[in-house]
């Protein structure tokens, strides 16, 4: 998508701090880090939000949660924890609309709903 921020950031047209790439997945430091880890994970195909998913979607979905899990690893946190959040939706508090997943962590994570 043309107007989209995160489609810029993987077109590199907007710079960012990159921690993985691959042919379908880009990882980058959220510009507002609200933890010490603060990772955005997101599709290289445009989904705007959770409720877009497709069934040919499922298996991309199941390699973001795998690139998470590397990514927990490369920076040290999957001993100590993390925390994975999709903001879904204007009640769900989404801003950017194209799928991302909130990798946070780096210190006792505070303001549990759930
Ligand atoms: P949402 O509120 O939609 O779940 O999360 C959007 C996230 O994207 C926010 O945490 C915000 O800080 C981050 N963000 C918005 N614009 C940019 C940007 O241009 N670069 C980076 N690295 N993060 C961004
Ligand atoms: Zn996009």
Known sequence: MEDCIFCKIIKKEVPSQIV???SQI???KDI???APIHILVIPK??????INLNKEDEL??????????KI????????KGFRV??????DGGQ?????????????QLGEKIV
């Open 60 to 69: 991309l979905v199941g390699q973001i949660y795998t690139v998470i899990n």
């Open 72 to 79: 927990a690893e490369d920076l040290k946190i999957k001993e």
């Open 45 to 50: 195909k445009h989904i705007p939000s959770l």
């Open 85 to 90: 959040i999709v903001n879904c939706g204007k």
């Open 20 to 22: 993985y790439e691959d």
């Open 32 to 34: 507002q880090p609200a």
């Open 95 to 107: 801003e950017v609309e194209h799928l991302h997943f909130h990798l946070l962590g780096g210190k």
């Open 26 to 28: 880009i990882a980058f």
